[in-house]
């Protein structure tokens, strides 16, 4: 998988997936990626040709496959990639986040910090708890079902079996063509969030 977003200032923000043992690096980065996609269609081979080698980032993608059981202890709490990292193929990794942060904040509820104030009697930062179980109710299934999601679509993208992959593409092509609100509707879930009262 190869995409391309535009910056501001005329420059491009590129980035590849390909399969590959965990771990494995290369002495120049930069031609790897010419290996692995330099015959493909305008402009990616013109935009690997301009990628000055120090700029190269390869990480391993990582998720968690197995959920965590909770999403806090006590009275600390995770959110983001420290609860539920996913792979990037939906691009709802920094989106679950917010959505965390925004039911995180619902919980904590008003007035937390004001009964922390100086000058009112109670211990600095020692308030009123919020309840984490609710964050974690309310954000377990749903981050759940987005990385689950965003994993069936990595291993879609990743098919190395030309028959598969011709499978998949006619089956992508047909649907697009005989049926394409259904093509959208599978952004649905996760278009679809609204944030607490």
Known sequence: MF????L?????????????????????EAAELKQRFGRWHDPIP???GAISPDRVLHDDVYWIAEPLP?????RVAILGDAAHAMTPHL????????EDAVVLASVAGPGTAAETAPGNGAEPGIGTAPDLAAYTSARRPRTRMVASGSYRATRLSGM???????????GIRLAGRLAPSLMLR???PLASW????
């Open 194 to 197: 609204t944030p607490p009262l």
């Open 186 to 188: 599978q952004m649905d």
């Open 70 to 74: 909770a999403y806090h202890r006590g």
């Open 91 to 98: 691009g709802q990794g920094a989106c679950q986040a917010i």
């Open 8 to 28: 501001a200032s005329g420059q491009v923000y590129c980035y590849a997936s390909a399969p590959a043992l965990a771990g494995v690096r290369h002495d120049d």
């Open 46 to 48: 013109g935009l690997i």
């Open 160 to 170: 190395t079996s030309p028959a598969a992959i011709a499978l998949r593409n006619t």
């Open 3 to 6: 995409g391309v977003l535009p």
